[in-house]
């Protein structure tokens, strides 16, 4: 199983971000899916997490700004950043539950966003 994220790069303040994450598994299914996020120095901390039933959860300090949207059909989970700040400057890792036996969580290698004018 691999996860791999995409979309990282380059952003003003105020600007948009769109990231993308596929588990690349063609004999197990995703669970719940998350995006966390982490600076040099500081703990990785979660963002958004979607489950199988299309719940959501988000971190108060993106609330309103970010969304997380995913199709578990096709293992994959998107992260829309919106109205980006200085402080969303951070190493984007996801993380996806696979149903492999027994079932245990991957990571991706995170895709790094910076938002700097």
């Known amino acids: 199983v691999r996860v791999v994220e995409s979309g990282g790069g380059f952003a003003q303040p105020g600007g948009s971000l769109r990231l993308s994450c596929v588990a690349s598994t063609t004999h197990f299914s995703t669970g719940t899916m998350c995006w966390y996020r982490q600076v040099l120095g500081n703990e990785r901390e979660l963002v958004a997490k979607?489950?199988?039933?299309?719940?959501?959860i988000h971190a108060n300090s993106v609330k309103g700004r970010f969304t997380i949207d995913g199709d578990h059909a096709r293992n994959t989970v998107f992260l829309q950043m919106n109205s980006l700040k200085p402080e969303d400057t951070a190493v984007y890792y996801c993380?996806?539950?696979?149903?492999?036996?027994?079932?245990?969580?991957?990571w991706g290698q995170g895709t790094q966003v910076t938002v700097s004018s």
């Open positions: 993380n996806a539950l696979v149903f492999t036996m027994p079932p245990r969580e991957y």
């Open positions: 979607i489950t199988m039933d299309g719940s959501t």
